[in-house]
Each structure stands twice: as C-alpha cells, then as structure tokens.
C-alpha cells in the first residue's frame, strides 16, 4: 500500500499535495453516507473522493468493470451492480453464494408494486423515483408512499377472506383450573383450547420454584447468554432437557419458534448445499426457518414415506439432507411415521430433524415425547436405550410452553451439534436469555413429568371419553391417534360463528381454527382436554357442542358420510386407528374387555377416571 501510494503521489498533482498520513487515513476510513456502492461494497473516502477526479474516475470505472468491483466501479459503472459477498452476512444464516451480476433496470421493472401509489402526475412520480434511487431526499409535497393505506389494504384481504384473527381476552385462573374470566372477572369460561395440555401452568411445586427463583434473582436474566445471561438456572435447564432425551446436550431459546426457525437456517446455510426435506404439514417456525436458510427445499406429502423416499433417492447421494418433521401434528392429530423416516434417512445419508411440540410432557414413560413412546417399556424399565427410535433421532425440537406450561423452546441432540448452533446461530446468539424464574420452573416441570405420569395419562383418559361422547351425539371428530380432538366445521365464517356461540351463550372457549393454519373448507374447532376436565366439564361441552351444531346447522358425521367422506370424517370402511397410549398402558384392560362383552363400558371407563382424579388429586396436594 505504502509503494503504492507513493507511486501515485509522484504521478497526482492531488495526491503530491497531500500528506501520506492524510491519504492512509482516507483509504482505512469510508464516509456513513457513500461508503456503499450500488452492489452492497463498502468504498474507502480515498476511492470515493478519486472516483471525482477526471484522471482516476475513468480509471476506476474501467478498471471496476473488469475486476467485477463494484466498489471501483461505483456510479460510473453503468447499469450493473454487483451483490458481492459482504462478511456482516456471515453472522446471519443466508447461504453463501458466489458474488453474480443483476440487471438493476430489469430487476425493478419486475418488482410489482406492493400497493398501488397514490395518484399524482407524472413528473412527480418520475421525480419520486430518481430521488428514491439517488438517496436524496424528496421535495416538499412530493407524493409519498401510503403506509397507512398499505395496511387497510393488507388488512381488508384478511377481512375478506375470513382469516382476520380475533383475539378472545381469556385470563386462566390458576387456582380454578381449567376456568377462566374474560375482561370482567365475573365472567367466568371453560377453557377447552389451550396448549397448557397437563395444567403444569398451575402446578404447585412449579410455582414454588418460580417464586423462590423471582424473589432471589429478580425478574430478567439481564442480557444475552454471552453476556451476563448465562446462569446456572440455564445450565440446569439444559442439562435436564438433554437427560430427557436421553442426548449428549441440549440448548435452550426464548421460544420452539425460534428454536426451529434458528437450528433449520443455521445448519441449511452452512451444511454446503443443503437440501431440506420437508412434511407438508409441517408448523410455520421450520417453513420459515426452511427459508432463511437459503437451501433447497423439497416438500414431501404429509407423512408419506413412498413420496419421502422417491424425493431422497432422485438427490445426489454425497449431499448433505436434512428430513424435518413432527410427531404430533396440532391441527389435526396425525403422528409421523418416525421409525420408517429415521429408516429412510440412514439410508440415504440423511439426518432427522424431530419436533416433538405438541408430544413433549405427554407422551412416554419420562414425557420425552412420541420418539420415547414408540419404545415405552425400554425406558420404562431403564433398558439398554442403544438403537431405539428416539436415540436415532439427530436433533430434537421441544417447548417449555405448553405441556410444561411455562416458556422457552431447545434442541437437543450431539453435543457438536449443539456446540454448532451455539456458536452460529444468531436467533440464539442475539437475544436475551429467558428469566431465571422461567428456566427454574420450567426444569421442575419437566424433572416432576420425568417421575410423573398420572397427568398424561387422566389427559389421554378424558380424550377418550370426550371422543367417545362426541361419536356418539354424531358430532364429526377428525379420527387421530393422539391427544388432539378436531372438529371438522368446513367453512371459515360458521366456524367463528360456533366459536363465539360457545363463548356467548356456554361460557365454553374453544377458538377455531381457519386458513391458513388449516387448508380452506377444512376449517375447525380445536379442543383439548386436560387433566382438570373432569365429568361435569366434559357433559357441559358435549352438551354445548350438540347445541351449537343444531343452531347453526353444521354438518355431522352422517352428514359427511352421505357426501362420501371428508379427511378422514364419515369415510366408508375407515382404518380403525389406534390410540398411542395402548388400553394397557392406561390401565384399562378391564375396560377394553368389558366393552368387548358389550356392556357397561362406559361406567368402567367413569369409574377409571374417578380413580384417577383421585390419585391426580393427592399428587398435586402432595407437591403443594
Ligand atoms: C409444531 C410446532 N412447532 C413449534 C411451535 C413453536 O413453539 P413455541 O410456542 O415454543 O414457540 C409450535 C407452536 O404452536 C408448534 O405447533
């Protein structure tokens, strides 16, 4: 550099007159507002104030177009930029590709408008338009973009196509589980919705904790886990979450959302040309996560194992894969076929992502999930857990939000893995750990659901009865072999419709479901009972729902089954589906063979459950 310089300070009348320190300072520093040319490079104020001189602008530009500089080339470059590798992109998870040439004009005039501009002539807009490009600010009274038309505009869509969201103002009441009141606190509803699927959210030796952890350590964790955010309520977590899964190491985010989204665009971005196979179905926070990666995506039907494996055998053998999908799907029920997807990923060479949300707290012997349950009585009786499917499972996903009942999302998996997204992934990197009293309560619900299974199984027992109340008033129950109980309405607007008459006139919440959680025409109410839904909370809502289904005409099953059948509801010769907690695993022996006899099951099921209120009952006040 220095030779360089003095080189040019011979030839430059300019550069004679100026000092070597001034010129060294000018071509380290660059000016906040031109030190970006057009393709993203960041220019030096030597180069930008050279870029003025009628020897070295030419110079430069010429020299910029050979080298695919777009920093040389800058505004007398011509009609190209460039979009060049910037290293601040390294932190974020977009994959790497090699710098390549955009036709600027061309590009624009394919960009349609977001929303139309607002009317104005055309030297106005054409002024709009170059001050836009130049960066100057536009004149006075210049037209401007209708921010606030954009979003009636954005918003009137959702409004149109009944997929506005309305919000219900539900406070849950931890001491009247599964009750709540709405903005007046006489307004007291039943609670048939809610993801707080085991009532961990009240659970005493939970709160315990919480409050002994808020009262020491206050209310934030006080930074990032880099800094300041790091504590022993996080190393706790972890450690218990990894144990859960049986893994090396597991890592905790505020949410499963950004544990999702951060793991898939890490590892899809640096995994050199990644391909991620996805379930159709799978939740938004691994589409998005799918996204920012920047890989390849390839969509298999939902849970489809032909269709998964002609996508992975049509793919080079040598490229990394990753197969992403769930166990429990929410909306619907479904399970995914874990087992045969850990098959065909050895198979070809691919790892699995498992997101065990809806599954974690609810289903095997330690609430590890539908991984652990597929291989129940091997971690029930403390086997060798070598081989089983929840060991071959590469990484993990699950929340702290919902069977445990507090907050927060982890992977668990290799400890390299873990390391790895530790160290790269900016949705963990980047934000504040969640609070201490969170982490602590949040372990303790899993630590008490690791030796607990009373509130899973009282969860699975009111399932069955619920569905089988339901089939029995000919109500459409979308058949599943989990927790989850759909109920196929069909249309966007009774769907909401059904859900306000459960509110206004039952005092029962159950929201519904509408596009674009749930394909249009495949609209539901989605209920889960819990623990706490005892006998007299189950006759009301079956009680409700037959009522809301008569006031608003809502098809039945038999209705469904005149029309041929729909997902699943009023098919002819349907495959029983099984439920995954077996009758044995409930307890339920007796009652399975007194329904085979044919009578008074209902009574021994009752009587099940009373027992197991009982015993739910005691543990609670114990923990209390
Ligand atoms: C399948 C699935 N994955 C991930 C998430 C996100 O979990 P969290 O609520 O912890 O952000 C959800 C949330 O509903 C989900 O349904």
């Not at 490009?133 to 979003?151: I, M, S």
């Not at 979450?241 to 544990?259: D, G, M, Q, T």
């Not at 996508?311 to 087992?339: Q, T």
């Not at 695993?585 to 009752?606: K, M, P, T, Y």
Request: neutral net charge; hydrophobic residues 35%; proline residues 5%.
């Amino acid at each position: 550099m220095e030779a360089l310089l003095g080189k040019a300070r011979n030839m430059c009348p300019y550069l004679h007159k100026t000092s070597p320190a001034t010129l060294r300072s000018l071509s380290t520093s660059t000016s906040m507002q031109q030190s970006v040319s057009a393709g993203g490079s960041a220019m030096s104020n030597l180069q930008i104030t050279a870029r003025r001189c009628p020897v070295m602008g030419k110079a430069l530009s010429v020299q910029g177009a050979r080298s695919g500089n777009a920093a040389l080339n800058g505004v007398f470059g011509g009609t190209r930029g460039y979009h060049a590798k910037v290293p601040r992109a390294n932190l974020h998870t977009s994959s790497s590709k090699e710098a390549q040439a955009v036709e600027r004009p061309a590009e624009r005039r394919q960009q349609p408008a977001p929303y139309s501009r607002p009317a104005g002539n055309a030297a106005t807009a054409s002024a709009a338009t170059g001050h836009a490009l130049t960066g100057a600010p536009p004149p006075p009274n210049a037209a401007r973009f209708d921010y606030e038309g954009f979003y009636g505009n954005e918003l009137d869509k959702k409004h149109k196509d009944k997929s506005y969201r309305y919000f219900n103002n539900i406070n849950r009441l931890a001491q009247e589980f599964p009750r709540a009141h709405m903005s007046g606190r006489d307004e007291k509803v039943d609670v048939w919705c809610s993801n707080d699927y085991l009532g961990m959210g009240r659970n005493p030796q939970v709160l315990k904790k919480m409050h002994e952890t808020l009262d020491l350590y206050g209310s934030g964790a006080g930074g990032t886990r880099n800094i300041s955010g790091h504590n022993q309520h996080a190393v706790g977590l972890e450690n218990a979450c990894a144990k859960l899964h049986a893994k090396e190491a597991a890592l905790v985010f505020s949410s499963c959302y950004v544990a999702n989204d951060a793991t898939l665009a890490t590892l899809g971005s640096k995994l050199p040309n990644c391909v991620i196979l996805s379930d159709s179905m799978n939740h938004a926070s691994m589409i998005q996560g799918i996204r920012h990666s920047g890989a390849k995506k390839v969509v298999f039907k939902h849970n489809d194992v032909v269709d998964l494996e002609d996508k992975l055998a049509a793919l080079p053998s040598d490229v990394p894969k990753i197969i992403a999908f769930e166990s429990v799907y929410s909306m619907c029920g479904s399970i995914g076929p874990i087992e045969e997807i850990c098959d065909l990923a050895e198979k070809y060479g691919a790892i699995t992502f498992l997101d065990e949300v809806h599954a974690v707290g609810m289903y095997g012997p330690n609430g590890a999930g539908v991984a652990e349950h597929l291989d129940y009585d091997v971690y029930a009786n403390g086997g060798n857990t070598r081989g089983t499917v929840q060991d071959r499972i590469d990484i993990i996903t699950g929340t702290l939000g919902k069977a445990y009942g507090c907050v927060g999302g982890y992977i668990a998996g290799s400890s390299k893995l873990v390391d790895t997204i530790r160290s790269l992934a900016p949705g963990f990197i980047f934000t504040t750990s969640l609070p201490p009293a969170t982490m602590a309560g949040a372990q303790t619900a899993i630590e008490y659901q690791m030796a607990y299974q009373g509130d899973r199984r009282l969860q699975q027992l009111h399932t069955r009865a619920v569905k089988a109340s339901l089939e029995e008033r000919d109500i459409p129950v979308m058949p599943n072999p989990s927790h989850i109980i759909p109920v196929l309405v069909g249309n966007a607007e009774v769907a909401k419709k059904a859900s306000d008459l459960l509110l206004e006139k039952h005092q029962i919440y159950v929201q519904a479901i509408n596009y674009p959680t749930v394909p249009v025409g495949q609209e539901r109410l989605r209920i889960t009972p819990t623990p706490g839904h005892v006998k007299e909370f189950r006759a009301h809502l079956v009680q409700a729902l037959d009522s809301v289904w008569n006031e608003l005409g809502i098809k039945r099953t038999s209705d469904w089954a005149k029309e041929g059948g729909f997902i699943g509801v009023g098919e002819q010769n349907p495959t029983a589906v099984q439920p995954l907690w077996t009758d044995s695993q409930l307890g339920l022996d007796d009652v399975a063979r007194e329904l085979s006899s044919g009578d008074g099951a209902h009574g021994v099921l009752e009587r099940v459950l009373d027992n197991e209120v009982r015993q739910t009952r005691q543990a609670v006040a114990a923990a209390a």
